[in-house]
């Protein structure tokens, strides 16, 4: 299984300060989950959007983070 993903390509990123700026982020928006404060992080530090169907998540940073989407307001092009 792991050889298969491997294959993808996918790659891990860990760019510098990530943990740090995922922790300020989780303190500033009341945000329990880690892996929710990780990838907002991983969006700003990266500067794409990030696309998300947490509703709870988006409704919390939309106003201060304007890269963060809501799947539900997705339109194909």
């Not at 792991?2 to 993808?8: D, E, I, S, T």
């Not at 990266?46 to 983070?65: F, P």
């Amino acid at each position: 299984m792991f050889k298969a993903f491997h294959l993808l390509g996918v790659k891990l990123l860990y760019p510098d300060n990530l943990h740090e700026r995922a922790w300020e982020l989780a303190k500033r928006f009341n945000r329990p989950q880690a892996y929710d404060s990780h990838y907002l992080a991983l969006a700003e530090i990266l500067g794409l959007e990030l696309w998300t169907a947490d509703k709870r998540l988006y409704n919390t940073v939309e106003s201060d983070l304007p890269r963060v989407k809501w799947l539900g307001n997705y339109r194909p092009t």
